[in-house]
């Protein structure tokens, strides 16, 4: 069975840029999660999409955005890029959310630089 | 104060040694507990669950202490490969659902 995929691996981008990054969760997962891994710091949640719905998001700005598909992949969008927004970033699904019991499984992330 | 703490380590431990490690967490909502390892430079990758009864997996322990909110790893006869961090999450649902990470604790096998 297919893991999480995310693509691209490694993005550059320069100040005031946009990025945008993708992420299809394992098949038959409905819920995608977006996480921001910044060096050396630990994981801070960012963004929970359900059945095409945005569930909940944590304290970042609003130029992060995202949205999910029909077919339940993600997209992550960050506008005005800032330099502090390089960091690693992790896509995870899990199966229908409403269990707060599922694990999540993680994609391999995207490396976003902003020079 | 941290919603979920750990100690961040790094913890030395020779090849053989017991080890564990703790983590408290500060919603007594919280609903569900997991314990993820995570490699430099990698995503994190589910270790085990963790239940009230406690439950194994091979050379690892979890335990869940809802009384005094925290949850254990204890991870017996380490080996090399188990040099990683160690990443505590929590789930709760308080008018929406809502997963946490810990920081994360380091630990390092060596020979």
């Known amino acids: 069975e297919a893991g999480v995929t995310q693509s691209p691996t490694h993005l550059i981008k320069t100040r005031g840029q946009q990025a945008t990054l993708r992420c299809s969760p394992i098949?038959?997962?409905?819920?995608v999660y977006w996480y921001q891994q910044a060096l050396g710091l630990g994981l801070q949640f960012l963004l929970w999409y359900d059945e095409g719905e945005e569930r909940n998001r944590g304290n970042f700005p609003p130029r992060f955005s995202g949205r999910q598909f029909p077919n339940y992949s993600s997209e992550l969008n960050v506008n005005a890029l800032e330099l502090e927004d390089s960091a690693l970033y992790l896509c995870a699904s899990s199966p229908r959310s409403g269990m707060v019991s599922y694990e999540q499984y993680f994609g391999p992330g995207t490396r976003l630089t902003v020079t | 104060r941290k919603e979920v703490e750990q100690d961040p380590g790094p913890f030395n431990v020779p090849e053989g040694a017991t080890v564990a490690f703790n983590c408290t967490y500060s919603?007594?909502?919280?609903?569900?507990f997991f314990w993820y390892r995570q490699d430099c430079r990698k995503e994190p990758k589910l270790l085990m669950s963790?239940?009230?009864s406690g439950n194994e997996d091979g050379r690892f322990t979890a335990q869940l202490n809802r009384a005094s909110q925290y949850i254990s790893l204890l991870i017996r006869d380490s080996k090399l490969s188990d040099s990683a961090t160690y990443l505590c999450?929590?789930?709760?649902?308080?008018?929406?659902?809502?997963?946490?990470f810990g920081a994360g604790t380091r630990l390092f096998v060596k020979a």
């Open positions: 919603n007594s909502a919280s609903q569900s």
């Open positions: 999450v929590v789930n709760l649902n308080t008018g929406g659902f809502k997963t946490i």
């Open positions: 098949s038959g997962h409905t819920s």
């Open positions: 963790v239940y009230s």
